[in-house]
């Protein structure tokens, strides 16, 4: 969907991790698409996360490592005047994974109780909360969807190529 003209910046973040053993050798990565204006740029973050890793930690570094790059795109996007629209909200942030846990635990549906996880969570947390700061008019939205393996396979080689590092 193009919500172009809703907002000043649309951002959709597909994010994946794996562990091969479970746990293991553990790998995480995201996709970033940023949608400014009229230029859209892709991002691809890849991150090993360590020999000993569970698939949720790996999947929460996923997570974590494009909302980073999203918090970057929006600050970047704030430094030049040119691109403000007052009018409009700052954006909307699609958020896309194949961990059903991770997006239920963010929505509040689910708790997480796991304490290896746990300041995974709220650095997640922090960061949606922060980017939505950015925004003064508070107009900005985060969506966040589970979605198929078969509809996350950009994300899904970044952490597998991050685990064959």
Excluded at 43 to 66: D, K, M, P, Q, W
Excluded at 121 to 140: N, P, T, V, W
Aim: net charge negative.
């Amino acid at each position: 969907t193009n919500n172009n003209d809703k907002f000043q910046m649309q951002i959709i973040i597909h994010f994946d991790g794996g562990s091969r053993g479970n746990p293991g050798v553990a790998g995480a990565g995201a996709e970033v698409i940023v949608v400014d204006n009229t230029t859209t740029t892709t991002y691809s973050v890849r991150e090993f996360c360590g020999n000993r890793e569970t698939n949720n930690y790996a999947e929460y570094h996923g997570l974590i490592s494009g909302l980073k790059q999203a918090k970057s795109c929006i600050l970047e996007h704030q430094h030049h005047p040119t691109n403000q629209s007052p009018k409009k909200p700052l954006f909307q942030l699609q958020v896309y994974g194949d961990s059903n846990l991770i997006i239920q635990q963010l929505k509040g549906a689910w708790q997480c109780r796991n304490a290896n996880l746990m300041p995974l969570f709220l650095q997640c947390k922090e960061l949606i909360d922060g980017m939505k700061d950015l925004d003064h008019g508070k107009k900005s939205e985060v969506l966040l969807e589970h979605v198929y393996r078969e509809q996350n396979k950009a994300a899904d080689a970044l952490a597998n190529e991050a685990m064959d590092e």
